[in-house]
């Protein structure tokens, strides 16, 4: 599907974002296990995972099930900002937005812009 690093801050940005609206008025599921749950349910609508986790493969496995379950994912920098934004104090190494809400067209905007 997606698979995008390096992306534009704008885009970055629109999707931490939307993460912080779907905390807030959604579903997002926090963490790696939380995360695959998600995908392999079919309930993500967008996944972030973080570029700065050590080690690596505890997240190689989380492209590979969105690509086939066909859901999109972007990488984000960092972990501490992708906990943040899902409302934690704490890294998060992948988040799971499954329900948006009032976000639909901030959703709408990211994936439009993923290409």
Request: with cysteine.
């Amino acid at each position: 599907m997606v698979e995008k690093t390096g992306l534009p801050k704008e885009i970055i940005d629109k999707a931490l974002q939307l993460v912080e609206v779907a905390k807030n008025a959604g579903k997002v599921r926090k963490g790696i296990n939380e995360t695959t749950k998600s995908i392999e349910r079919g309930a993500s609508k967008l996944v972030l995972i973080a570029e700065d986790v050590e080690p690596k493969e505890i997240v190689m496995h989380i492209p590979a099930i969105c690509n086939e379950k066909k859901i999109p994912f972007i990488y984000v920098p960092n972990k501490r900002d992708l906990g943040r934004a899902a409302g934690l104090d704490v890294p998060s190494a992948a988040i799971s937005v499954e329900d948006v809400k009032e976000g639909k067209d901030l959703l709408k905007d990211v994936l439009e812009k993923l290409g």
